[in-house]
């Protein structure tokens, strides 16, 4: 018979840590619970750190969750610097030394730099948004260095607070997201608004005139008064790196979110398995499904159901909205279920074996539906 479950240690304070919190206790967990987290703030929206964070306007609240119910001990503005694994404890860098039974590992990703010039901005945590968003106040002109959805929010955001803004891009924005079909929708309407697109191969930061800019692989050069880079993330392993656990900086679970019998991992940092093999799905709504099944398992073990993820993605840019559920990118056109080409609509591209990704482009549609439609037979 195992040992009784007494003391639970979760380490990430985003939506992977506190969706784990939340459903450990919702599973009848009802002993010593710990939350850690790097920074000082409450868990809140990543998602709205770049979407109506930045809009112009008084409300400075999109980001903010409901306080926490889950009764944790919480180490706030602390991280975690090492894991023994074989005494079951987690280290933190004030000295703490924190003794688990369970442990979920939810301690996401940060932003992935060009550089490391103080000039160089990025947008990952709350002090990050408001930061940037305090700098827009002055309407500077602004280079965003990434065309993935990240890159075109945060120029979006920035054009909205009347900034000039450039946009450096491997090839069109979006597409590698999206695909081309979608793709060129937004980007038409981030050029409709006064986004200017350069298309490059490469692209580098370096320092000039007590400042940074950006140098093309023509030797083009562009400079403003804001340099904002959104170039991917990378997954907060490196305390892990005595542990055996993460290799190549890649945190693989099984598919119930497990790395060893008591540990688990969700969220941004861990590789679920998949088709091609382990992969990381940085995504918000992949966060919570993920910390629902590994918490869980950490309890159930292997009579919890395995993770059965449907990819849910939304970004909201240049006056669109769009929700997709399934698997992004997707070629070709699509069929229109409501609506059609220049205004709200609902749209499914088809698979041969009858799944298939349904989108809504400006179109309110429950996402119970969205989901069902992406499920449906063509």
Not at 83 to 97: F, I, Q
Not at 310 to 332: I, S
Request: hydrophobic share 45%; proline share 7%.
């Amino acid at each position: 018979m195992s040992a009784p479950i007494k003391r639970v240690v979760v380490v990430g304070n985003g939506i992977a840590g506190l969706t784990a919190a939340d459903a450990l206790r919702e599973g009848g967990f009802d002993g010593e619970l710990t939350i850690v987290g790097d920074e000082p703030h409450p868990a809140y929206s990543r998602p709205a750190l770049s979407k109506a964070l930045l809009l112009d306007g008084d409300d400075v609240s999109s980001h903010e969750l409901p306080p926490a119910t889950h009764g944790a001990n919480e180490f706030l503005g602390v991280r975690a610097s090492g894991l023994d694994v074989e005494r079951r404890l987690v280290s933190l860098d004030d000295g703490t030394a924190l003794p688990y039974d369970r442990l979920v590992i939810a301690t996401g990703s940060r932003a992935r730099r060009l550089s490391d010039l103080p000039e160089e901005l990025t947008l990952r945590g709350l002090d990050d948004a408001l930061s940037l968003r305090g700098r827009l106040a002055a309407s500077p002109s602004v280079v965003v260095v990434g065309g993935g959805p990240l890159g075109m929010e945060i120029a979006s955001g920035c054009l909205a607070a009347g900034c000039r803004v450039m946009l450096v891009s491997q090839g069109l924005p979006l597409i590698a997201r999206l695909g081309p079909y979608l793709g060129d929708v937004f980007v038409k309407a981030a050029l409709d608004r006064g986004l200017t697109i350069v298309e490059t191969g490469a692209a580098r930061l370096e320092r000039h005139a007590g400042g940074a800019r950006v140098v093309l692989n023509d030797g083009a050069v562009l400079e403003a008064d804001l340099l904002v880079s959104a170039v991917g993330d990378v997954p907060n392993t490196e305390w892990l790196a005595d542990t055996g656990l993460a290799t190549v900086g890649v945190l693989q679970v099984d598919s119930r979110g497990l790395v060893r019998p008591e540990i688990a991992a969700a969220g941004d940092v861990a590789a679920f398995p998949s088709p091609s093999g382990p992969r990381r799905i940085p995504l918000w709504s992949s966060a919570i499904e993920q910390a629902k099944v590994a918490a869980a398992a950490l309890v159930r073990g292997d009579e919890t159901p395995p993770l059965r993820f449907q990819p849910y993605f939304w970004t909201e840019q240049f006056g669109l909205g769009l929700k997709a559920v399934g698997d992004l990118p997707v070629d070709g056109a699509p069929t229109y279920v409501e609506g059609g080409p220049g205004g709200p609509a609902l749209m499914r591209w088809s698979h041969d074996d009858g799944s298939g990704v349904a989108v809504a482009l400006n179109h309110r549609i429950p996402i119970p539906r969205l989901r069902r439609l992406s499920q449906a037979t063509a």
